[in-house]
């Protein structure tokens, strides 16, 4: 049985998803890339680098296009023949974080009101959420899809917070993408950067005042 510490000031936890709740991302797109003749670094170069891929990308986080059409769109940028659910094989490989996800049920148990603050890659035909199994974690689940906004739009985490019903100084936010973070602290919000470290989970249980009661 989880509880929190009296001494902590949290009672709010907000997680991103990919690099988050997922482990070996970068591992499996780059497996997926040589399965498909690719560079390695294929995937990773095209959705960051390419002007085009990287707009496409952006419009697919905002909800302004459906994984779908991003799918028909980005395959030929990639050198793909083969469009058909896309993102869902590229993304086949990628594995739970189950020490992260174990945080969440723990936080969520000891009473915390844990949320989901995600800048989408689309819902359908592949839900990466569901196939990392995920959803039933959270209290409040913000997708940027739905919102029309993405990270790290300022509105975005007032979003999450209105949704959570909780001050911005209760609350700790984890991303691994630093950019994500500036706006989350300037609400007030106490961030921090899933830096790969293996101790993640170990260190916000201590951050945020999570124990296990002895009998």
């Known amino acids: 049985m989880a509880d929190i510490d009296n001494g902590t000031p949290y009672q709010g936890l907000i997680l991103d998803f990919a690099g988050v709740l997922t482990t070996g991302v970068h ?33 697919l986080e905002a909800g302004v296009i459906s994984q779908e059409e991003w799918n028909r769109a980005t395959a030929p940028l990639l050198g793909v023949e083969d469009a058909e659910n896309l993102m869902g094989r590229a993304w086949a490989g990628v594995r739970p974080a189950k020490d992260m996800i174990l945080l969440a049920e723990t936080a969520r148990a000891a009473g915390m009101t844990v949320a989901l603050l995600s800048n989408s890659f689309g819902l359908d035909p592949y839900d990466p959420y569901g196939h990392i199994g995920v959803w039933d974690l959270f209290d409040v689940t913000v997708i940027s899809e739905r919102e029309g906004i993405a990270k790290p739009d300022s509105e975005i985490y007032r979003r999450t917070l209105e949704r959570m019903d909780l001050p911005a100084e209760a609350c700790v936010f984890v991303d691994d993408h630093p950019v994500n973070l500036p706006p989350a602290a300037a609400l007030g919000i106490t961030t921090v950067h899933a830096d790969g470290r293996d101790d993640m989970a170990s260190r916000l249980t201590a951050l945020l005042g999570l124990c296990v009661a002895t009998a």
């Open 27 to 59: 591992e499996a797109h780059r497996a997926w890339c040589q399965g498909e003749g690719l560079e390695p670094d294929a995937w990773r170069a095209t959705l960051n680098e390419h002007p085009e891929a990287r707009r496409l990308y952006v419009d």
